[in-house]
């Protein structure tokens, strides 16, 4: 059997040996829309229970955009344009629109990386500022949520009169779904709000997985931070398997979100009968896969689908390597995911830590294989599973020892499909 992974820029050929019971899920996904300009400019003009974008411009000196880092396929520079002109028609002057880029904890992005998010004509016009959790006095304090969550939200975007958020709506590994409230916090919060909201207490609950909203608390924690920081406007689209615009979604950021997250649901569920035995999986390729620490949420999505005790295999490119150096450093110090699990249930939330849990949740549970060829071989003895030089090597070892009736799931696009099993 040949399956063609998402993995890379790319892609990877897998040959699979016959005698085994093989399931492929592949990325349900809606037909492309037609013209998604003209999608995208009639829902700019007839959003979701909201004014027009140039309405809500209007009387307004000031805006502030926050857009995808480089590691989200987010078509900004289909979606940006538009906006962009809807907010001059409005009043707002180019010199008073500010696009901020949501890079939550990760690297800022380089001046390469700012042209292929938004383009080079408008990374060379705007003004463009990179978010720096880091750097306290970059954020302005709003207050506490509810319950207890302290917000602190960059200021160039709160300081402006109206505030926008562009995305992308797909499974995410602990909040249901990205987009909507994800470009507030954590893309634009300070370390001391995405420490809080990514601690033991929100990563531990069951609730807090892909595909899950109505029960999910950091759902509700994110949409009760996006409320203090005035998100007023959003545009989210759902995307095709090729990363086509299948559907647009825009308007009151909370409704229009929710309208999203429901046609993403849908249209990425696939159900099975029953739990498999293993799982072959990816990261859905670049710019998913840049890094090991994106490459976890490959494995927490193939994990509602396996029986206790099973086995999953993942394949990420990595090309970037571990990760940030917090997340490495981690990575390289904890050989036991138990005694880790243990050592951060009570302790100070440290940056990054929370990928690393979601990983040991699953790899406590479950046998984990890694083809990562862009991480170092020295992490090798450091990763909570079996790590192979070659994906031929890895399938071998992967298969080892099940037995002809195993049932094997392959998903080549990782957790660009929803999988559960009854």
Known sequence: MRVDLAFGKNGLPLELPSGYDYQLLEARSAQALPDPVAALEHALDHPIDSPSLTMLARGKRSAAISVCDITRPAPNRLTLPLVLKRLEAGGIPQANIRICIATGLHRIATE?????????????????????????????????????????????FIEADLHITLGFIEPHLMLGFSGGRKLIAPGLAAQETIKVIHSPKFMRDPRAVEGSVADNPLHQELLAVARMARHDFLLDVALTRDRQVAQVFAGHPEKAHARGMEFVAEVMLEKLPEPVDAVITTCAGYPLDLTFYQAVKGITAASHIVKPGGRILICAACDEGPGAPEFSKMLREHPSDREFLNKIKNGPVTVDQWQLEKLALVSTRYEVFFYIPGVPEKYYKALWGKAFQTLPEAVVAFLHGLPSTAKVAVIPEGPYVLARAA
Request: hydrophobic share 35%; net charge negative; glycine share 6%.
């Open 112 to 156: 390469a990386e700012l042209e292929e998010i938004l383009g080079v004509e408008i990374a060379r016009t705007y003004e463009i500022v990179n978010h720096n959790a880091k750097t306290l006095s970059d954020h302005v304090y709003l207050g506490d949520t509810p319950s207890g969550t302290p917000v602190l939200i960059d200021r160039r």
